[in-house]
């Protein structure tokens, strides 16, 4: 379904019963959640989207955007009013932590719980001293190589399969899922190369302002919150979800062994049982 929210228009799919308690996935396009993983959160009536300029949402410019992280945060608050959904248990992954740390400080009455995966407490740009960055050697092999042509279709697949085999971890690459994923993606998305990067990679977050900090409000989040982060991340390295979970008070750190950036499907049986423990 399509849902008009401050002055945009999100691509929304819902799964489950709407009378079961409701999660909210926030990624960069409704696709950082797969199917699968939406079915088995079984008892609960699951929410995904896509953001401002990625896969189906209103789409003008994520290189040179005319909203802020603020403008993605009132999104996803005035998506759950539209929605008539109350004390939602909120999930992001990734840049989509950042939406979810802030939805439950600027909006706490909205959310019933918070869970946070592969995300850090700092917006795109230099990091806190006490924070590690980016993996510099993988950096260097993420911006050291050509890009693909973002309007053919095979070239993005490979570029992305690469990618996944980058970030993953010892444990997480699943090529023939990456493959796949990245063909549904680029299928949902726009054919220029501004909106398959920007749905493919979340690129809108290194152009949108973030300001002002909110790391230092962390210890105000009084809901129940749930840490997931894999100890082989190299692009939000796992001392950014400790610093999570020892910033929110009472927060708990689960650690993914072996496991790099987002959630491979080998990680599923571990993360679907600890989301539907906090969302109970």
Same mark, same amino acid.
């Given at each position: 379904?399509?849902?008009?929210?401050n002055?945009?228009?999100?691509?929304?799919?819902?799964?489950?019963?709407?009378?079961?308690?409701?999660?909210l996935?926030?990624?960069?396009?409704?696709?950082s959640?797969? $199917?699968?993983?939406c079915?088995?959160?079984?008892?609960r009536?699951v929410?995904?989207?896509?953001?401002r300029?990625?896969?189906?949402?209103?789409?003008?410019?994520?290189?040179a955007p005319?909203?802020?992280?603020?403008?993605l945060?009132?999104?996803?608050?005035?998506?759950l009013v #539209?929605?008539?959904?109350?004390?939602?248990?909120?999930?992001?992954?990734g840049v989509?932590?950042?939406? #979810?740390?802030?939805l439950?400080?600027?909006?706490?009455?909205?959310?019933a719980?918070?869970?946070?995966?592969?995300?850090r407490?700092?917006?795109?740009?230099?990091? $806190?001293p006490?924070?590690?960055?980016?993996?510099?050697e993988l950096m260097?092999?993420l911006?050291?190589?050509?890009?693909?042509?973002w309007?053919d279709r095979?070239?993005?697949?490979?570029?992305m399969?690469?990618? #996944?085999?980058?970030?993953?971890?010892?444990r997480g690459f699943?090529e023939a899922?990456?493959?796949?994923?990245?063909g549904?993606?680029?299928?949902r998305?726009?054919?220029?190369?501004? #909106?398959?990067?920007?749905s493919?990679?979340?690129?809108?977050?290194?152009?949108i302002?973030c300001?002002?900090?909110?790391r230092?409000?962390?210890?105000?989040?009084?809901v129940?919150?749930?840490?997931v982060?894999?100890?082989?991340?190299p692009?939000?390295p796992?001392?950014?979800?400790?610093?999570?979970?020892e910033?929110?008070?009472?927060?708990?750190?689960?650690?993914l062994?072996?496991?790099?950036?987002?959630?491979?499907?080998?990680?599923?049986?571990?993360?679907v049982?600890a989301?539907?423990?906090?969302t109970?």
């Amino acid at each position: 379904m399509r849902i008009n929210v401050n002055k945009a228009e999100l691509c929304v799919e819902t799964f489950g019963d709407p009378g079961d308690p409701p999660v909210l996935l926030i990624g960069v396009t409704m696709l950082s959640w797969p $199917d699968e993983l939406c079915t088995a959160l079984a008892g609960r009536y699951v929410v995904r989207y896509d953001l401002r300029d990625a896969g189906q949402s209103t789409f003008v410019d994520p290189d040179a955007p005319a909203y802020d992280l603020r403008d993605l945060v009132t999104d996803a608050a005035e998506l759950l009013v #539209a929605l008539e959904l109350a004390g939602t248990h909120v999930v992001g992954l990734g840049v989509g932590g950042f939406v #979810a740390q802030l939805l439950a400080l600027d909006h706490p009455d909205q959310v019933a719980s918070l869970t946070l995966i592969s995300t850090r407490p700092v917006a795109p740009g230099p990091v $806190d001293p006490d924070l590690p960055d980016h993996a510099p050697e993988l950096m260097a092999e993420l911006f050291g190589r050509p890009e693909p042509d973002w309007t053919d279709r095979d070239s993005v697949i490979d570029y992305m399969t690469a990618t #996944a085999r980058l970030m993953s971890g010892s444990r997480g690459f699943d090529e023939a899922d990456t493959r796949t994923g990245a063909g549904l993606v680029f299928d949902r998305a726009g054919r220029t190369a501004k #909106a398959q990067r920007a749905s493919h990679l979340g690129s809108m977050f290194a152009a949108i302002d973030c300001q002002p900090r909110w790391r230092e409000r962390l210890g105000k989040i009084a809901v129940p919150t749930l840490v997931v982060h894999g100890d082989e991340d190299p692009f939000f390295p796992s001392g950014n979800g400790v610093a999570l979970a020892e910033k929110i008070p009472g927060a708990a750190l689960l650690t993914l062994r072996g496991i790099g950036q987002g959630l491979p499907r080998t990680t599923w049986p571990v993360v679907v049982d600890a989301l539907l423990r906090h969302t109970s």
